[in-house]
């Protein structure tokens, strides 16, 4: 089966940019999640879809991170204005919701901000 | 400190055993997560443990599980020039979704032909 895509793979932009990553999750998975993950940490948790509905989303920086998903398949996650702290690799991975504990994730776009 | 602690690195030579450890501070959590990450890739799941298990062996992974010391331990078995990656160690909550982890900061295991 197709694993779940992203795109860009890398970006590099300059502070106060806008920049936005794509997502397509693998083919049938309802739940979908956006995953920061700075160098030498894990990732955490940004905002997670249950079809096109936001189910948490208390992690996000909502001043100037957004995310959608509308017709609860791919989903966009934009950053405006970006700040260097932001500078990390984004991984989207979804998930079949269907009592699985397995999370399949996406190569991720590495997002660098100067 | 951190919720999830992991040691940073870990050498080893092929055909030797490799041991990463964890320790966690929540009592309350479920499940118990392995994680490998190869270099531009995302995550892959190994293996997890639920809470009320001590031991889990899949082919040539083993994960211990000390639920009193909040201690995980993943032991590769044969390791191989192959299982060089940095190695997650990660958990969920009691009441946490799928998605909401806990993650460590990852053990980066090279293997030494």
């Known amino acids: 089966e197709a694993g779940v895509a992203q795109s860009p793979r890398y970006k590099i932009i300059e502070k106060r940019q806008s920049v936005a990553f794509w997502c397509n999750p693998i083919?049938?998975?309802?739940?979908l999640y956006w995953y920061q993950q700075i160098l030498g940490q894990g990732p955490k948790l940004l905002i997670q879809?249950?079809?096109?509905?936001?189910?948490?989303d208390s992690q996000l920086p909502k001043d100037r991170f957004s995310a959608e998903r509308l017709k609860g398949v791919d989903s966009t996650l934009k950053i405006q204005p970006a700040k260097l702290e932001d500078s990390a690799v984004y991984l989207c991975a979804s998930s079949s919701g269907q009592n699985s504990e397995k999370l399949f994730f996406g190569s991720g776009t590495q997002l660098s901000v100067l | 400190g951190e919720d999830v602690e992991q040691s940073l690195f870990l050498s080893v030579r092929e055909g030797d055993s490799s041991v990463i450890n964890c320790t966690y501070t929540d009592s309350s959590s479920t499940y118990l997560y392995w994680y490998k990450q190869e270099p531009g890739a995302g995550l892959q799941l190994l293996t997890y443990i639920f809470s009320n298990m001590d031991m889990k062996q899949d082919q040539r992974l083993t994960v211990l599980l000390n639920k009193k010391d909040k201690h995980l331990s993943l032991r590769i078995a044969d390791t191989q020039t192959g299982d060089s990656a940095i190695y997650f160690c990660a958990e969920r909550r009691r009441g946490s979704t799928l998605g909401r982890l806990y993650f460590g900061r990852g053990t980066q295991l090279t293997v030494w032909p």
């Open positions: 879809f249950q079809n096109n509905g936001v189910v948490d």
């Open positions: 083919s049938g998975h309802a739940t």
